[in-house]
């Protein structure tokens, strides 16, 4: 795999900082000393863009109080503590990612861990278009995963659905079947829980989004590729709209229990 000098970096400095003075050069030390890193691998080069890296993102915060740069310092920010701690998922840390959106949504199936694994791990190789169109196949996944259980809700709730319908016909395309599911899940709104009820249309379309971009357009040999910052927030977006469309999944089945 190749090395993740941010997260390496970040981690290193956290919790109280590091002198900014060489310290590409004493990050290149740490990972020679590390026996998983191919010392081949290793470029000075990559740790001082991982140090700026870092900086532009927000992520740790540059201290320039004193007149020489000897004296500088850079220590994590808010936003870099919420990544270490686990309380965001950030692609830039794959396994990390892959990690917290398993930790939000338990019960995510086995062949959406599986695409979306694929897809983080071609991110932290920087093949962000790869990476997106795995994920845009994962939210595909996702949503055939979760539409059955709602199609077995909405015959009871919502019987002349167009979705019930559309489902079990294999000729249908997807794009139809995702309309006929926002379309159901629009006027069955009122009964959901919160938040459910409000953001998981929301969720659907951006879905709907990244499965255009990534299959329909980046999918095709048509010249068309992702760069780095729009394939970051296809993995950020699939991470939230994951964690909704599965609670509806969940409430579905929660439903039929309770009406048994």
Known sequence: MAINYEMRLLKWIHPHGAEFHEL???????????????????????????????????????????????????????????????????PEDPLGYLEGVRRAVPDLSSDVVGYLREAAMAYSHALYTAAAVMTGVAMEAAVKDVTAPFVRWLKLHLPKARLIKSHEEERTSYESKLADFRKALEEVRTQLPHPIDKSLDIQLGASADIIRLTRNDAGHPNGVTIPRADCMNVLLIASTALTHLYGLKRFCYQSAASSE
């Open 24 to 90: 590409h050069k004493k990050l290149i030390l740490e990972l020679h000393a590390d026996p998983n890193v191919d010392n081949s691998e290793l470029r000075e080069e990559d740790a001082r863009v991982a140090i700026w890296r870092l900086i532009s993102r927000g992520l740790v915060v540059l201290n320039t109080d004193y007149q020489s740069h000897y004296n500088w310092t850079v220590f994590p920010s808010s936003s870099g503590r919420a990544l270490l701690d686990g309380l965001t998922q950030d």
